[in-house]
């Protein structure tokens, strides 16, 4: 399959939805990993690692944000964004690797950018049969209901999520009446969270709709306090890859 026009290709080694209804296996699996990666760190590279033993995709899809609207401006620009994800993953031999800049050349044309849209792009562009799994981290998750169009996202891709050990998804016994219309909404996405629950080979032979929650990552970094470190000179090798820690310094990208 030939790359879309926005992707950086590296080769290194339910409901009625239609692809609910599909009854032959999913013909591959890609993983996608969205965010700013602001810088990236080695949080995001355990989670995408974690999946990759779990199923054992054909490629990682690498989706720097554009200009995510839930956050603050960014400080390093798409270019370096982009470096650093390439450096991050330099090591990765077991499936293709994309770094995918569909939100970035969106943003530069001053259109909005959502997830569920870069998730419909992929879904056209590998088809029906194509499983297609979206990783997020468990605050992610438990902050899905502010998502645009959230319901759509278990539509076009399997949802999965990473925690450290002990995490619990916080549903509520209490009554609606007395919850606000957030409150609502969150409890009603992750009940359908838990209700998609399958293993991993489910997910990687059918297409979309299914959960995974892996609670064994042991990795907890914020990309706030990552950019604080740098501007005190205090950050180390246990944060960042040590590739993209040089290439930040060499760049002088977090400095004052």
Not at 103 to 123: G, K, N, S
Not at 225 to 253: E, F, N, W
Request: glycine share 4%; charged share 20%.
């Amino acid at each position: 399959m030939t790359a879309s026009p926005d992707s950086v290709s590296t080769n290194k080694i339910a409901g009625t939805n239609p692809l609910h209804q599909q009854i032959q296996q999913a013909q591959r699996c890609v993983v996608v990993l969205g965010g700013s990666f602001d810088p990236v760190h080695l949080g995001h590279v355990a989670l995408a690692k974690r999946f990759i033993t779990l199923l054992e995709p054909q490629e990682l899809r690498v989706v720097p944000a554009g200009n995510p609207w839930q956050k603050k401006g960014l400080i390093a620009s798409a270019e370096q964004r982009c470096a650093m994800l390439e450096l991050a993953f330099a090591e990765l031999n077991t499936c293709k690797l994309t770094i995918d800049q569909q939100e970035i050349q969106r943003a530069r044309h001053q259109r909005a950018t959502y997830t569920v849209d870069t998730l419909r792009a992929l879904r056209a562009e590998y088809g029906d049969k194509t499983s297609i799994v979206f990783l997020i981290g468990a605050d992610q998750l438990q902050n899905l209901s502010s998502w645009h169009q959230w319901q759509h996202l278990f539509d076009l891709a399997h949802l999965c999520a990473a925690s450290r050990p002990g995490f619990q998804l916080e549903q509520t016994n209490s009554p609606q009446a007395v919850m606000s219309v957030a409150q609502q909404t969150q409890q009603q996405v992750l009940q359908k969270f838990k209700q998609g629950a399958a293993t991993p080979e489910q997910i990687r032979n059918t297409p979309a709709g299914r959960t995974y929650l892996a609670e064994d990552l042991l990795v907890d970094i914020s990309a706030t306090q990552i950019r604080d470190d740098l501007q005190h000179g205090q950050l180390t090798t246990s944060l960042v890859p040590r590739k993209v820690l040089d290439y930040i310094q060499q760049h002088h990208i977090y400095e004052k």
